[in-house]
RNA sequence: GGCCCCGUAGUCUACCGGUUAGGACACCAGGCUUUCAACCUGGAGGAAGGGGUUCGACUCCCCUCGGGGUCACCA
């Protein structure tokens, strides 16, 4: 193992591009972040592709934006470059088939002509009998002229790792300490596929190699594989790096994140009206804690904060109502300019604006976010609450209609009210207000009897920002025009 | 099944041999208010079980149980 505290940390984050980044990736992409930026370190982003059949560029494309869109750059890597090139493991091929030939001479590996079919059959057979599936190398001693006539009646072959079959192999990790793997359990595995290409142990090993890396920081279930890459790096006289695997995230069932427990990718919590800043708080916090009560910390903050030695081990279980919680924090303590720009493509969505607002707009649009900003949870909502704002024809709460509409008298109020605030001049706040007491004590009633037939006259709700407000900036026009609209349509 | 990791309230966590076991989400109650939120105050709820070690264990060791991962020509 080498001494690395001196030299500059190098950390790598390498998704597959066989789906889009889900919760628990990006999770590793933002500890690799934060440990490769508060030691002043790099981060790698490489492309792990070896898998043809299931990946796909689309994938890559979708992963990139998803990062970006959280906040993660990365200093080497597809569209920046770096010393390292290419970063994206199917250009890479003539690479591991060098370090493969490397073992093959070296006697650390062996071509294996052993069929599936013939594999999982053994596999099978194990099984029945109650015994752990392994390679029982076969092919491991055939000599060389036996290889030669398998490769020259064209049989296919992949190529296995020479393993050592006893002593043991320790993995340091240093989130989980002094981890041991007894070698006996480890068969000879697959390092390169019939088709040529190399498997996902052969090729992180290399590039982590090759690229120089000095700490391993991914998720745990890779913390069983851990042991075949020291294998493969101590037979090609690798120095190895430094290892943390962090804790997987579960679903609220316990078992492994998937499509079935709903939302898991970064796109759909987008979708959501997630802010980008809840969401990397919210992952930091899963598994890794500041040292101090606090649960709200900013990307500058965890920067500043982070090590590997507050990473938790135990598993988490994914809990949409605290991340909704946060949400809501950012929601209405991010400057309002920010949370303007996240909402416009959510309200042009919903068709209240167009995409491209102008000044004029945008400034009305401030002012209206500002006023809902703080009673919804997410930027869907945020739409939602102020579509009154935008649009003459919304719905009307059909319990509300029922409460204050349609009895006794409910019309005749609405009219008063009506001809109070046209009366009002100028028309703001706070002489909406005193106008809207004064007709209440004339009329004998309470604030809220005038205050709730208003409110869902003007806005179809029950519940919302302070009237007052809402009413000032509709305008007075909009305002009695929308109260007489009620009283024609459900006080008849 | 073998191997590996993990085990503080429903959930995320603090503590790293001596604390009335702290905080947060969620939950319940109250307050504030023109409504609903937000916010404030209060409340209920926790060391998986059993053995050791120690003057003293949530904390260290062992066993049991529980959960997860892995054992692919997926990563």
Redesign the pocket.
């Known amino acids: 193992m080498r001494c690395n505290y001196m030299e500059k940390v190098r950390v790598r984050f390498?998704p597959?591009p066989?789906g889009e980044l889900h919760i628990g990736g990006a999770r590793t992409a933002l500890f690799n972040w934060l440990f490769a930026r508060n030691r002043g370190g790099s981060l790698v982003l490489r492309v792990?592709d070896?898998?043809r059949q299931?990946s796909s560029r689309q994938y890559l494309d979708s992963i990139i934006e998803s990062m970006r869109w959280l906040g993660l750059d990365w200093d080497e890597g597809p569209l920046v470059g770096g010393p390292f090139a290419p970063y994206v493991q199917s250009e890479r091929l003539p690479i591991y088939r060098q370090e493969a030939e490397k073992l093959l001479q070296k006697g650390m590996a062996y071509p294996c002509f052993?069929?599936?079919e013939a594999?999982a059959e053994q596999?099978e057979k194990f099984r029945r009998m109650?015994?752990?599936?392994?390679?029982t190398g076969n092919c491991r001693n055939l000599s060389e002229m036996e290889r030669e006539l398998q490769k020259a009646e064209g049989r296919?072959y992949?190529l296995r790792l020479l393993t050592p079959g006893d002593g043991e192999t320790i993995v340091d990790d240093i989130i989980?300490?002094r981890?041991?793997?007894?070698n006996r359990?480890i068969d000879d595995?697959?390092i390169i596929?019939?088709?040529g290409l190399p498997?996902?142990?052969f090729t992180s090993t290399v590039d982590d190699h090759k690229m120089e890396i000095t700490h391993v920081i991914r998720a745990?279930?890779?913390?069983?594989?851990t042991p075949r890459q020291l294998l493969i790096a101590g037979r090609l006289g690798y120095d190895t790096p430094l290892y943390a695997h962090v804790?997987?995230i579960?679903a609220p069932d316990?078992?492994?994140l998937s499509k079935r427990h709903g939302a898991t990718a970064v796109s759909e919590y987008r979708e959501m009206g997630i802010l980008p800043e809840a969401l990397v708080n919210y992952l930091a916090?899963?598994?890794w804690?500041p040292?101090d009560?606090r649960?709200i910390v900013d990307i500058e903050e965890m920067t500043r904060l982070f090590s590997l030695e507050?990473v938790?081990?135990?598993?988490?279980?994914y809990?949409l109502?605290?991340l909704?919680?946060i949400n809501?924090?950012y929601l209405?303590e991010l400057h309002i300019d920010k949370v303007t720009a996240y909402a416009v493509p959510f309200l042009a969505k919903s068709g209240l604006i167009s995409a491209e607002p102008g000044a004029d707009e945008e400034k009305r649009l401030q002012t209206v976010i500002d006023l809902v900003r703080?009673?919804v949870k997410n930027l869907c909502e945020v739409a939602d609450a102020c579509n009154y704002f935008f649009i003459d024809h919304f719905p009307y709460d059909e319990q509300g209609i029922k409460e204050h509409f349609q009895k006794e008298g409910a019309g005749e109020v609405l009219k008063e009210i009506a001809a109070a605030l046209e009366e009002v001049e100028p028309f703001e706040v706070e002489n909406i207000k005193s106008a809207l007491k004064q007709l209440s004590k004339k009329m004998g009633l309470k604030?809220?009897q005038v205050?709730?037939p208003l409110?869902l006259a003007v806005t179809g709700r029950?519940?919302?920002?302070?009237?007052?407000e809402i009413i000032a900036l509709l305008g007075k026009e909009k305002v009695t025009e929308r109260l007489y609209r009620a009283c024609e349509r459900f006080c008849s």
């Open positions: 390498a597959s066989t792990d070896t898998d299931r052993c069929t599936a594999l596999k109650g015994q752990p599936p392994r390679y296919s992949v989980r300490g981890v041991s793997f007894e359990y595995f697959i596929r019939s088709d498997t996902y142990n745990e279930e890779h913390l069983s594989n804790p997987m579960l316990h078992s492994k916090l899963l598994g804690s040292g009560d649960e507050r938790s081990k135990n598993p988490a279980i809990d109502k605290k909704t919680w809501g924090h209405r703080d009673r604030m809220a205050n709730l409110r029950t519940m919302g920002p302070d009237l007052f």
